[in-house]
């Protein structure tokens, strides 16, 4: 019962570069979230799914892309980073609409050299 | 625009004694208010939640405390232990769809013996 999985774990890249994170949940949520963690600013959403083949923007979208071609998978894109990306990255999902906590992945730390 | 302001920024508690975190929202459709829970390289997670139908939620020694006229609403730690020292967001959302957590900045809690 793994709950939410997210890979790499740590990243480095250089200014320019692309990547992409990964995120797994078995549990059948139907609603995925990526937030970003920096210090002092808490944890600030950047986009979401409410089911499979869905994505809306959250409150910092800009420089990301995110997919949800599977209803357990949900990526996140980067498509040309910048040192400001740097950041701790957390998947998370719940199964329905508010009322459930949200169960988080252990989170990536990545770092745009 | 920071729609959930959260209080103190850090706070240092001697074994025993009370903490005490603060949180404060502007948006009033939000109606679920969660307490998230971090320890240093895990995920976020869910610790006590309250809706705003009641003014107060206790769960062990974790206690929300819930003002819906003040738009205020904090969380009390009670005998507090070294095993506590975590950082500790607060949450809040509308429960409909599409529903989103919007998080505090984080306090930072230290337990001291």
């Known amino acids: 019962n793994a709950g939410v999985t997210q890979t790499p774990k740590f990243r480095v890249l250089k200014t320019g570069q692309s990547m992409t994170l990964l995120c797994a949940q078995d549990?059948?949520?139907?609603?995925m979230y990526w937030y970003r963690q920096d210090p002092g600013m808490g944890l600030r959403l950047i986009h979401y799914s409410v089911g499979e083949g869905t994505t809306a923007k959250g409150e910092v979208p800009d420089g990301y892309n995110v997919s949800r071609l599977k209803k357990q998978n949900f990526l996140l894109g980067l498509e040309s980073a910048a040192p400001s990306q740097t950041s701790v990255y957390f998947c998370a999902s719940t199964f329905s609409a508010g009322i459930y906590g949200y169960t988080f992945g252990s989170g990536t730390r990545l770092t745009v050299v | 625009q920071q729609q959930v302001k959260q209080s103190p920024q850090s706070l240092i508690v001697q074994k025993g004694g009370i903490s005490i975190i603060n949180c404060a929202y502007e948006?009033?459709?939000?109606?679920?208010f969660p307490w998230y829970q971090q320890f240093p390289g895990k995920g976020p997670a869910l610790l006590i939640a309250?809706?705003?139908?009641?003014s107060e939620k206790k769960e062990g020694r974790f206690t929300i405390s819930f003002n819906k006229s003040a738009k205020q609403f904090s969380l009390h730690i009670m005998d507090s232990q070294p095993g506590d020292s975590a950082t500790y967001f607060c949450?809040?959302?509308?429960?409909?769809?599409?529903?989103?957590?919007?998080f505090g900045t984080g306090t930072r809690l230290q337990v001291t013996l």
């Open positions: 949450a809040a959302t509308t429960t409909g769809t599409a529903s989103k957590l919007t």
């Open positions: 309250i809706r705003p139908d009641v």
């Open positions: 948006n009033t459709a939000f109606d679920y």
């Open positions: 549990m059948n949520h139907e609603y």
